[in-house]
């Protein structure tokens, strides 16, 4: 059985920064490509961030210089470290594996991340 499973997510001030992780089970995780998505009430969902099987990394304009996202295959798990954080960056946070060889996709549950004074 397949999940992913975030964790991290919370109430947090603007300015401020958290960790999200994504705990992978089920897959083999090196083959797959990760991403984070987000969705903020009434809008649809985004991508994020995104990170390749190689490690190549990919974000959005919107969170570009205060996201990082990162992989430890070793540890079947994903990270998105999440800093200066803003009010519009209040949103469920997914997490995302796809690979097209073998064309299989999953997606966790969600963590609420809400960024307010």
Partial sequence: QVQLVESG???VQP???LILSCAASGIIF????MDWYRQAP??????VAAITRSGTT???DSVKGRFTISRDNAKNMMYLQMNSLKPEDTAVY????TNRMVARDYWGQGT???VSS
Avoid: F, N, W
């Fill in 9 to 11: 997510g919370g109430l």
């Fill in 15 to 17: 300015g401020g920064s």
């Fill in 30 to 33: 090196p083959i797959y490509d």
């Fill in 42 to 47: 009434g809008k649809q969902r985004e991508l």
């Fill in 58 to 60: 990919h974000y959005a």
């Fill in 94 to 97: 997914y997490c995302y594996a």
């Fill in 112 to 114: 609420q991340v809400t």
